[in-house]
């Protein structure tokens, strides 16, 4: 009979439960990254998946006395992780009702609080989006929009046309745009 999984896998998980941290180490390196990059792609946000991970991996020192040898360790770093993508999106969609609740019905301090949170959120999602441009179109949508800089100043301070710079800001802002659209974030 063959083993799902390896036996230093198995080896692993023993020296966990007797509290050897290099085999915490050793588990964390071999596993992290592959971690990082399968809640990357359903939570689209580098900080929110760097600090998922540390509580996948904070769980399972927390943990490590509970674990059965017999199961997979990659199987439970997975199950542990898809529950902790599943209550971040859980409490996204709390803290957002929450936010429309109190615009909807609560006193002018309640709504300047929820609208504070909204307005937050998306600032958040749009600098996540502004992340994802190629890096000139970032620098020069960030001297037009950060740093108030009009198009002939960008032109100038990068080397550029003005007509470059302008079609940097166009595309950037048709991409953030249609981005925010497919989010169902604007309407039109």
Known sequence: MTERFSNSDVSLVRRLKENDKPAFELIFNKFSKKLYYFTLNYVHSQAETEEIIQNVFVALWENRDMLNESFPIQSYLYKVTI????NYFKHQLVRRRYAENMILEGTDEDKE????????????????????LPLRQQVIYRLSRTEGLCHAEIAMRLGLSVRSVENQIYRALKYIREKLNRESILTE
Do not use: S
């Open 113 to 132: 609080a929820a609208q504070g949170i909204l307005t937050n959120d998306l600032g958040e999602i749009v600098d996540k989006i502004i992340g994802e």
């Open 83 to 86: 529950n902790h993508i599943y």
